[in-house]
Nanobody, 120 residues
Framework: QVQLVESGGGLVQAGGSLRLSCAAS????????MGWFRQAPGKEREFLAG????????YYADSVKGRFTISRDNAKKTVYLQMNSLKPEDTAVYYC?????????????WGQGTQVTVSS
């Protein structure tokens, strides 16, 4: 069982940056690939980025490629999402997720989400 807690959301102006964090409560954090998703009101949940167990491999949705960066610190059992050049359409609840496999967008464990609001 993995429990995930996101933090770092908030209100930011368009063009600004935020870094989201997701802390995991498991002794075997490095056994899990991690991902970030978001869900805006009235829209389906959207995959953003994934990272492999030790961080050597990452992949991104086209909508955020070049603006968002996923990273992880296994010693701190934390995954990050650095978000730059934010746009109003990035407004959503952001979720981190964990799964023993890498490459699938079907994750087994989810956090509760953190709100990101980008003002124009």
């Amino acid at each position: 069982q993995v429990q995930l807690v996101e933090s770092g959301g908030g209100l930011v102006q368009a063009g600004g940056s935020l870094r989201l964090s997701c802390a995991a409560s498991t002794r075997t954090f490095s056994n899990y690939s991690m991902g970030w998703f978001r869900q805006a009101p009235g829209k389906e949940r959207e995959f953003l980025a994934g990272i492999s167990w030790r961080g050597s491999s990452t992949y991104y949705a086209d909508s955020v490629k070049g603006r968002f960066t996923i990273s992880r610190d296994n010693a701190k059992k934390t995954v990050y999402l650095q978000m730059n050049s934010l746009k109003p359409e990035d407004t959503a609840v952001y979720y981190c997720a964990a799964d023993p496999d890498y490459g699938s967008r079907d994750y087994a464990y989810w956090g509760q989400g953190t709100q990101v609001t980008v003002s124009s």
